[in-house]
């Protein structure tokens, strides 16, 4: 119960490494609020796994706003955030469309910049806390057949250093630092295979190398945990090799 007396609130919840996570943290004695923009589906993950649902689009700044009243009225304290929602976008530079990247930013990018906006003062007034962002292997090294995830996933890392960096010299005891997996076997991984049924022999050079979503919840449960309080600012590689030897090479 390592997490116990403590709050966090997990964007993207309602499945894949999101949810992984958000139960992790409920074994661990947490109180967890998950988010999605799907209603259906977070409302039901949240039922059953025991977090509490709030209905969200992390591009919108508006719905950050609701998510602030809520945990206010909640009397939350809020100590744990976990930037995970995000979408995956197949389509090297010559396919991608303006409109496409971004959809992809105001997502991927927008969405870490606004929850950090909103959420610090909250983590600040709870006197200190952990921020993970889930970013990718693909921010580490050049992926060509997704240039805007690729690109979202490295404004997401700039932006950890620099909030870390802020939090240190702030004193806050806020700690912030960004995950890097490569493949996960989720439905975000599953849907974009469809999405390169069209060019199978491309998506074949860049196919990664799958772990599960427990395995990438375990390493955002250590981040979260006051087991790693004085780890602060780093990218955390969660791919077995791949960024240091990538597995189609
Ligand atoms: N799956 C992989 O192979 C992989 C690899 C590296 C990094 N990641 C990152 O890990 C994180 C989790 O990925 P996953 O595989 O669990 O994905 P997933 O698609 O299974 O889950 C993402 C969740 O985010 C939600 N979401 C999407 N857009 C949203 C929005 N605008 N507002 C609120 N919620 C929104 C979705 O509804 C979904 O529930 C993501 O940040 C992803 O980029 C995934």
Same mark, same amino acid.
Do not use: K, L, T
């Given at each position: 119960m390592r997490l116990q007396n403590k709050t966090a609130l997990i964007t =993207? =919840? #309602? /499945?894949g490494v999101g949810r992984a996570a958000a139960e992790r943290f409920i074994a661990e004695g947490a109180k967890v609020y998950i988010t999605d923009v799907v209603a259906d589906r977070g409302q039901a993950t949240a039922a059953e796994i025991g977090a509490t649902f709030i209905q969200q689009n992390v591009a919108e700044e508006a719905d950050w706003q609701k998510v602030v009243a809520q945990l206010e009225a909640d009397g939350a304290n809020l100590n744990i955030l976990v930037n995970n929602a995000a979408i995956l976008q197949y389509g090297n530079i010559d396919m991608e469309s303006l409109e496409g990247w971004r959809r992809l930013m105001s997502v991927n990018s927008d969405g870490v910049f606004l929850a950090i906006k909103y959420m610090l003062p909250l983590l600040e007034k709870a006197g200190g806390g952990s921020i993970i962002n889930m970013s990718s292997s693909s921010a580490l090294m050049g992926v060509p057949d997704f240039c805007a995830y690729t690109a979202s996933k490295s404004a997401v890392r700039g932006l950890t250093m620099s909030t870390a960096v802020l939090c240190k010299q702030r004193a806050n005891k806020v700690r912030c630092n960004s995950v890097h997996p490569d493949g996960i076997n989720t439905d975000m991984m599953r849907e974009v295979s469809g999405q390169a049924k069209a060019d199978p022999d491309q998506y074949k050079n860049s196919a990664p190398f799958i772990c599960q979503a427990e395995d990438v919840a375990n390493v955002i449960f250590f981040l979260a945990s !006051? !087991? #790693? /309080?004085?780890?602060?600012g780093i990218a955390l590689s969660v791919d077995n090799t791949s960024t240091i030897h990538p597995p189609y090479l």
């Open positions: =993207g =919840g #309602s /499945r !006051d !087991d #790693s /309080r004085h780890v602060n």
